[in-house]
């Protein structure tokens, strides 16, 4: 009876040391295409959901609990050629709050610039070294763009190798410049664009803010809310001083765009020792289009 019972549990070990670092739910969205055998999406959305989720992205050991919740939206409105589709991904992922029930959203980003081509039950498959195709490329960017912001909010610039590697997938596509998404000649702003602001050293303080936003301040909510929010609203108040950097606007926006309900439930009730007037006055400056939604701190 010992040695079936210790095979079971070295079979379940095994298997949580091999988990790979995403659980990713992946969704085709199809609707504005007619004409259109739709098979090939559910095909496509299965191809995916098994890329994203089986590839080993990292050399670290991610137990099945730990690993990054997310979701790739394609949502495709055009087919220019028989096996080609354009279309906008929308790219999401949370975090657990240490000690908590609670979910936090990290990164909350969409990209109009979707365009590949696809053949039913063609293999998907990274190769770090090479330079696949437009979808493997594009799958493979937003994973490790996934598990950078991920790591950076746990570890000071935890991110950077994955940065890193996002930088390598961008140099491994053919002939960027022709591509709205990689080109670097542009001013929309594009996977090249975000790469590049996020980790240009003169906007390094956005990444230290997402460190201390949640390490220093939502993950010791549960244990002491007035030294959480302190953190929080420091981090908020860092991020008010890039909000002058032209370069960072558009960081800050996909920062807001994941956290501004977030914020407002934070600091509209319960204890801490900060200034209303003085934190609604930051948010202001960082995200005015949101100056609505900042009263509701006060209400």
Not at 179 to 200: E, G, V
Not at 205 to 233: E, S, W
Request: charged letters at 25%; one cysteine or more; glycine letters at 4%.
């Amino acid at each position: 009876m010992r040695k079936p019972l210790l095979f079971i549990w070295f079979t379940l070990l095994s298997i949580a040391l091999q988990a790979q670092e995403l659980n990713c739910n992946v969704v085709i969205v199809s609707d504005q295409l007619v004409g259109v055998n739709k098979k090939v999406f559910t095909t496509l959305e299965k191809a995916a959901s098994e890329f994203m989720n089986q590839t080993k992205w990292t050399d670290k050991e991610y137990l099945p609990q730990e690993k990054i919740e997310c979701s790739i939206v394609l949502t495709l409105t055009d087919r220019p050629g028989n096996d080609s589709y354009t279309g906008s991904i929308q790219v999401q992922s949370s975090r657990p709050v240490y000690n908590s029930v609670y979910t936090t959203p990290v990164l909350n980003y969409k990209d109009d610039d979707l365009a590949f081509s696809y053949i039913e039950f063609e293999p998907l498959q990274y190769d770090e070294n090479n330079y696949q195709s437009e979808l493997i490329s594009t799958l493979s960017f937003f994973a490790y763009l996934i598990i950078a912001v991920d790591a950076d909010t746990f570890d000071l610039y935890g991110g950077t190798p994955y940065f890193e590697t996002c930088q390598r997938i961008i140099d491994n596509i053919k002939d960027p410049n022709n591509k709205k998404a990689w080109k670097s000649n542009t001013n929309k702003f594009n996977r090249y664009q975000l790469l590049n602001k996020i980790t240009t050293p003169s906007l390094r303080d956005f990444r230290h803010a997402l460190y201390t936003y949640h390490l220093k301040g939502l993950d010791v909510m549960n244990k002491d809310k007035r030294i959480g929010k302190q953190k929080m609203a420091e981090a908020l108040i860092s991020m008010r001083q890039l909000s002058s950097n032209n370069l960072s606007s558009q960081l800050l926006r996909i920062f807001m765009d994941a956290k501004s309900d977030e914020i407002v439930k934070a600091f509209a009730k319960g204890p801490g020792n900060i200034d209303k007037m003085t934190l609604i006055e930051t948010l202001n400056k960082i995200a005015p289009y949101l100056a609505n939604k900042w009263q509701d701190i006060n209400s």
